[in-house]
Nanobody
Framework: QVQLVESGGGLVQPGGPLRLSCAAS????????MAWYRQAPGKQREFVAS???????NYADSVKGRFTVSRDNAKMTAYLQMNSLKPEDTAIYSC???????????????WGQGTQVTVSS
């Protein structure tokens, strides 16, 4: 099994920064994509950003230029640096990680529990 622990959420003023972390642990042979999604009250969950060993990072248009996704493979941790935050960024942010438990198993997606980000003055 794989566990994902997210941290870094909280209350921040408009224009401020916040950094989220998503640490993976458990039976992990390899990690491929590490991505972030968010869900605002009354809205559907939406893609925010993703990072994979091959190919460029991807961002939703609404966060391009303000958010940066990165990863530390040795720590099996993904990060989401959020700058110039806006009230419309308020949501529960969740990470999703594509993991192989062993060389012989298939890739499987795991979700974190989510962390609340509130942007308000």
């Amino acid at each position: 099994q794989v566990q994902l622990v997210e941290s870094g959420g909280g209350l921040v003023q408009p224009g401020g920064p916040l950094r989220l972390s998503c640490a993976a642990s458990g039976t992990i042979y390899s990690i491929y994509t590490m991505a972030w999604y968010r869900q605002a009250p009354g809205k559907q969950r939406e893609f925010v950003a993703s990072d994979a060993p091959t190919g460029p990072t991807n961002y939703a248009d609404s966060v391009k230029g303000r958010f940066t996704v990165s990863r530390d493979n040795a720590k099996m941790t993904a990060y989401l640096q959020m700058n110039s935050l806006k009230p419309e960024d308020t949501a529960i942010y969740s990470c999703i990680v594509k993991v192989k438990g062993s060389y012989y198993t298939d890739w499987k997606d795991y979700w974190g529990q989510g962390t609340q980000v509130t942007v308000s003055s």
